[in-house]
């Protein structure tokens, strides 16, 4: 097989493998906003209200 | 330059200049180069006509040089200047009468700076001839297939001689005009010819320019730069077909693996549901077995029009809390202008990543809560679920992306590509 024909695939195949393991392990996908070892139960609260999901009516 | 060997020559009848011999049996024509006169080959070259003196055209190809074209060694025997005015606009360029021992005859021609190489044709089939006319009638670019090709209308030309020196295998006159419907292929532009006496089809083909001024002698760097020229060929990317289909492939594997990651959404290993909010907060208990992977809470209320905010503290396997994080759930719905419109689902999660294997436990407690809207009603229960072994289709969606956008890239460069040939178009859509 032509050496650039299986660069391709081979390149192919590992972004698939890398992107599968980024997925299946949720890689850097951990919610942002936790508190760790805390003590306080408000960390992270984003609060709510009429406007909380950017709708303007 | 390249000289054709075995040159023989004749004196011109009318000024007596030597005149080289160099297109076979069937030229019927030589003007003289330097006297402008006609004269026939096929009577005693005896003077038909005269051009008078004239300048010559602007080319680096002379008569006398040689070019391998197609396979077949050709000398170049002739020269006609063409000449172009259409809305007071001019054009110019140069076509040199080409002749093989063994091939016959051809045109070489020259404009900014391309060499191109026409033949007649004997196999078009003359009943699909495309006349001006008819280009003018039609509502869509005419389009003809000729060899399993497909050629789409490109222009039509109406040029006149205005200029001619050396040999012809026919007899032209200064101001003859020909009208020409060019029309584009893949790799050569078809040439109907509607001349003074007969129709004509060509084929037309781009020679490699380096090449050519190479076999005819010229050095590069004393011809006029290039322009772009419609038969400019599509330059490929190294193993481009193949990168567009794997590229492909992957974009859909990506996708599918995407989707197959979105609904695997791990194992639950805490499902308590209808929780009385008054009875909040609730401590629960769960074990977590997987601490590869990621960890889900999950919150859901019966909010209506009305918002609630969950909190979630989670202690490790020693009783110590191990983090804390919080949700807000919300729904909203109700008619605007006559529209019904909702917002929200009553759903809040987040993630984390489990350090320790073990019992966990839970303790779920109301925030906040608030109304907002008609007929709003606050959470009366919320519904809880950890799962372990979470998954995410993210990463998959990224890279069915990335595979997507260099798939489009590489069509999107062929088809510009398409775009610039035609670009040279005569046709409108007002036509």
Known sequence: MNPFRLVIIVGCGIALLGAGYMSYYGVGLQSGDLAANAASLRAGSSGGGYNSLGRIK | MTAAVHLSSVNCTQC????????????????????????????????????????????????????TAQGAEFTVIGTIGMLETWGGRTWNWVEHQLFSPTHGYAWLSHEDGNFTFTRKIRDFPMRHWLSSRQVEASETPPHRSFRGETYRYFETTTAKIDFMEGEFNWRPRLDDATTTVTLL???????????????????????????????????????????????????????EGAMKRAFGVTTVLAL????AFSIASGSAVLQ???????????????????????????????VQNAWAVFSAEITGPGGAPILAGSRATERYSGVDQGERWSE???????????????????????????????????????????????????????????????????HARAAMHRKRRFAGSDWTDED
């Open chain 2, 16 to 67: 007596g200049a030597g005149l080289s011999v160099l297109g076979g049996g069937r030229v019927l024509s030589h003007v003289c180069g330097y006297c402008g006169a006609v004269l026939d080959t096929q009577n005693a070259y005896k003077v038909i006509d005269s051009i008078g003196k004239r300048d010559h055209p602007a080319s680096p190809v002379n008569i006398g040089m040689t070019l």
């Open chain 2, 185 to 239: 292929g893949p790799n050569a532009m078809l040439g109907l010819v509607d001349g003074p006496t007969e129709r004509e089809v060509e084929l037309t083909t781009l020679l490699p320019r380096n090449a050519a001024m190479a076999d005819l002698g010229i050095p590069v760097g004393t011809a006029q730069p290039p322009r772009y020229h419609a038969l400019t060929p599509y330059r490929q990317l190294p193993e």
């Open chain 2, 256 to 259: 599918l693996l995407a989707l």
């Open chain 2, 272 to 302: 308590q549901t209808r929780i009385p909010v008054s009875a909040l907060p609730q401590t629960y208990s769960f074990t977590i077995t997987d601490t590869a992977r990621l960890a889900s809470v999950t919150f859901r209320s019966d």
């Open chain 2, 344 to 410: 929200g689902n009553g759903y809040g999660d987040f993630r984390f990543r489990p350090t320790q294997t073990g019992p966990h436990t839970v303790t779920v407690a109301l925030e906040e809560t608030g109304t907002d809207g008609i007929r709003p009603q606050n959470a009366q229960a919320v519904d809880l679920t950890v799962r372990q072994g979470v998954g995410s289709g993210f990463w998959m969606l990224v890279c069915a992306g990335v595979f997507a956008l260099a798939w489009a890239a590489i």
